[in-house]
């Protein structure tokens, strides 16, 4: 059964905006610490962003620090990522992942993840 479900990708020029959402099912996920992934081609899978399960904590990769908002609505089950001011390397399969307790940065400190939503950015 798929947990977490990524939409929002797509096509954009360099210095566009994007916001992707990632929903939640079968479980609730409202106290579970999410996070946000990206792998590009032929790359390991990278951490981007993570919020605790209050929205009290979050934390970002210094490339995107400053371009990218991680946030979260626990009623609709859902976190969002605000993508501002997106690069031609930004672009990337972008992952919604879910862990309990503290951020972590490392693919292997998350339980579950979605299938993932492709953002392309074009210069």
């Known amino acids: 059964q798929r947990h977490l479900v990524e939409s929002g990708g797509g096509l954009v020029q360099a210095g566009g905006s994007l916001r992707l959402s990632c929903a939640a099912s079968?479980?609730?996920?409202?106290?579970?610490?999410m996070g946000w992934f990206r792998q590009a081609p032929g790359k390991e899978r990278e951490f981007v962003a993570a919020?605790?399960?209050?929205?009290?904590?979050?934390q970002y990769a210094d490339s995107v620090k400053g371009r990218f908002t991680i946030s979260r609505d626990n009623a609709k089950n859902t976190i969002y990522l605000q993508m501002n001011s997106l690069k031609p390397e930004d672009t990337a399969v972008y992952y919604c992942?879910?862990?309990?307790?503290?951020?972590?940065?490392?693919?292997?400190?998350?339980?579950?993840w979605g299938q993932g939503t492709q953002v392309t950015v074009s210069s």
């Open positions: 992942a879910a862990r309990r307790f503290t951020i972590a940065t490392m693919t292997r400190d998350y339980d579950y």
């Open positions: 079968g479980r609730t996920f409202s106290s579970y610490t």
């Open positions: 919020i605790t399960w209050n929205g009290g904590n979050t």
